[in-house]
């Protein structure tokens, strides 16, 4: 055994306590030496046993512990790891017969059976239902929750197709202990027609097209046609025939469908079965939009008649949803509640009443888009505290704009930034410009072809209302420019739209908010956020928050959600597939609040697009760990080379273990028997 000390003690306290047990013990005794008719030899053993009991008294303050070496065998960790995704349903027989076998040949290692698909869990029952196939996520879990040098090796069993986490071939790659892989499935190449991935908004508007994306592959089909049908309520709203020129051929079809329908709306995506396929799981796909219904005014609030107004105008007569107006004298009875978005378009000016209208407009929460020029008088504009302050401002210049592919509240299409590279200037003050952190910049100035970090376009959301900025008017030279160009105003219009769309979609103009997703996947938990605003609009979650979630067939579920912070949190966990209505309630104070809204939960069909087994990817994964991989008809040998594996053979190991002297109770006892034997002898011997 050896001594150790605590790091958090100098070694001079520990000679500090030496020296005080020395001087406690012969300093002591040496006086009562000179006084009393005690022996040299009883003087010395009182001073042994003064100077040991000080000494032990102060190893207990110091912390002082004790080192020793514990010798022990382990038996190192033999893990199963099994694909339970819906692609090896087929062969489930088989597995489970491999399963049986290993379990039953190499029972004195004690497997562990980890089986995986977008998560890993501890089962030894798989049900080869799992939506998705995720190996990292195995990899990572096992190094979590294992020591990796007590692992000793892993069978991994599995067709070798993941659609989820990184590539096994990579994830592998910090791995210590060897990985041995059985190959399930058929790597034949069959003929498939496959429908590989669709994309598209998740909210669109009610008469207005939407795109969609869809990605589709063709094996073993050189020469045939097929049909590409898309359903909607079992009506055809889209058909084309493709021509498949070679055998192995990818084809992207992008397209636009208009939603006739409110609320969430599902289409199925069919692509006709080619001569000889065999797997039809990956010929159909669905997927589901939120259509918006409402119709949504919009107020032009401006000194007079602007080309701006009439561009932003014309880029949104289109959208039959879009109800606008254009008020140019206005009094201290406007109600913003009318509206949905307002447009302000160089105010406020001189006349101090527009300084008060926009104040109220402010107070009213009402989405806002502002638009300086000229005629804005900036000291009254920053006196508003929108968030977006200028600098002192002795003149406007012209700058341009330089759009930042980094902006993120909305998406805008990299491929349409080409149609604003060389856009007319627009006229803006000439001065800094304080961006609140809760604003994005969408694009910043660039003056006489100097990029700045001033922002000329930015969107945000300040006190739970939305608020846009475009620091600089001339927009109407911008829809002029994009005609001349390309002979069409699609590209202006949409960018508008984008900005507009951004502005006005607002779950809720209350004090009442929730935030859900329109679409969840059948393997994803229904989160929904709530937020609740008191009458002074600042955030309040001391009332409970209750919601019904309803399913198309009728099946309710009711909840409360969780307080988190200053908001709200629910998560249903997993919910059958289908279409779900929902309303929320609260109340706070005297006021009820009320929320409803609707959501899809989607079946996943991602583990029926590949079926073509990847024994590669599980090869690689062997290789690089030092494993092999094997087909399933080779168990045997196997189960050999697991049995000659000195990594799963008993270890022999070395543990350092210290125990502080605070945890042994008899030294207690020990300096208790110091104490006591001191003073008796003390007693004994004539000493007081």
């Not at 087929?90 to 489970?96: I, N, P, S, V």
């Not at 190499?106 to 890993?120: A, G, H, V």
């Not at 192995?248 to 396929?277: D, Q, R």
């Not at 200037?425 to 304080?434: H, Q």
């Amino acid at each position: 055994m050896e001594f150790y000390f605590n790091a958090s003690y100098p070694f001079w306290l520990f000679l500090l306590s030496v020296i005080i047990a020395t001087v406690s013990s012969f300093v002591l005794y040496r006086k009562t030496k000179q006084d009393s008719p005690l022996t040299s030899a009883q003087v010395k053993a009182l001073s042994v046993l003064r100077f040991l009991s000080v000494f032990l008294i102060a190893a207990l303050f110091l912390q002082l512990a004790v080192q020793h070496i514990k010798h022990d065998r382990q038996k190192p960790e033999l893990l199963i790891g099994i694909d339970n995704s819906e692609s090896l349903n087929r062969y489930q027989a088989e597995l489970l017969a491999v399963i049986d076998r290993l379990k039953n040949e190499l029972k004195d290692y004690e497997p562990e059976i980890l089986l995986f698909d977008s998560e890993t869990n501890s089962s030894s029952q798989p049900d080869f239902e799992g939506k998705r196939s995720d190996y990292s996520n195995l990899l990572a879990e096992v190094n979590q929750n294992y020591i990796p040098s007590n692992i000793g090796a892993m069978i991994l069993m599995g067709d070798g197709i993941f659609n989820a986490g990184t590539d096994p071939a990579f994830a592998v790659e910090s791995v210590t202990y060897p990985i041995y892989s059985i190959g399930f499935g058929d790597t034949t190449l069959h003929a498939d027609a496959a429908i590989r991935n669709v994309l598209t908004n998740s909210t669109a508007f009610l008469d207005q097209n939407f795109p969609v994306k869809l990605d589709l592959s063709f094996t073993k089909a050189a020469g045939q046609m097929v049909n590409l049908t898309i359903d909607e309520s079992s009506k055809t709203i889209y058909s084309r025939a493709i021509r498949i020129p070679s055998d192995n051929y990818f084809f992207t079809e992008n397209l636009n469908l208009k939603s006739m329908s409110e609320g969430i709306v599902n289409y199925t995506v069919h692509l006709e079965a080619i001569s000889g396929e065999q797997n039809l799981a990956n010929n159909t796909r669905e997927f589901s939009v939120n259509v918006i219904s409402e119709k949504q005014r919009i107020l032009f609030l401006a000194r007079g008649p602007h080309p701006d107004l009439g561009a932003i105008n014309k880029a949104l007569e289109g959208i039959t949803k879009y109800e606008t107006e254009l008020l140019t004298s206005f009094n201290s009875e406007l109600d913003f509640a009318d509206y949905d978005l307002v447009i302000v378009h160089q105010l406020p000016d001189a006349n101090p009443q527009s300084t008060r209208i926009l104040e109220q407009l402010l107070q009213s929460h009402r989405p806002v888009l502002f638009i300086v020029g000229r005629e804005t008088a900036i000291s009254n504009f920053n006196s508003l505290q929108t968030g977006f302050q200028f600098g002192l401002a002795k003149q406007f210049e012209q700058v341009t704009a330089l759009i930042q592919e980094q902006f993120s509240l909305f998406r805008f299409d990299l491929t349409q930034i080409s149609h604003f590279q060389d856009l007319p200037p627009l006229l803006a003050p000439f001065a800094d410009i304080d961006l609140d952190p809760a604003l994005e910049s969408f694009a910043n100035q660039a003056i006489q072809s100097v990029k700045t970090d001033r922002p000329l376009i930015a969107f945000g959301r300040i006190d739970g209302q939305k608020r846009g900025f475009i620091a600089g008017e001339g927009l109407w030279r911008w829809r002029i420019h994009n005609y001349l160009n390309d002979r069409s105003h699609a590209a202006f219009d949409e960018l508008v739209q984008k900005f507009v769309n951004y502005l006005i979609l607002k779950p809720n103009e209350d004090n009442f908010n929730l935030f859900w997703k329109t679409n969840y996947a059948e393997d994803e938990p229904i989160i929904i956020q709530a937020e609740l605003f008191n009458e002074s609009f600042e955030l309040d979650n001391s009332p409970d928050v209750d919601i019904e979630i309803t399913h198309e067939n009728g099946q309710k579920y009711q909840a409360v959600f969780d307080k988190t912070n200053e908001k709200y949190q629910l998560n249903m966990g997993r919910l059958p597939v289908g279409i779900y209505s929902f309303s929320a309630q609260s109340k706070l104070g005297e006021i009820s609040y009320s929320e409803s809204g609707s959501f899809s939960v989607s079946k996943i069909q991602i583990e029926g697009i590949e079926t073509e087994a990847n024994f590669q990817v599980l090869s690689q994964m062997s290789y690089k760990t030092g494993g092999k991989f094997f087909l399933s008809v080779q168990v045997d040998e196997l189960i050999h080379l697991v049995e000659q594996n000195a990594n799963l053979q008993l270890r022999q190991i070395e543990q350092q273990v210290y125990q502080e002297f605070l945890s042994m109770k008899w030294l207690f006892y020990i300096i208790l028997f110091l104490l006591a034997l001191e003073w008796f002898l003390r007693k004994f011997w004539g000493i007081y």
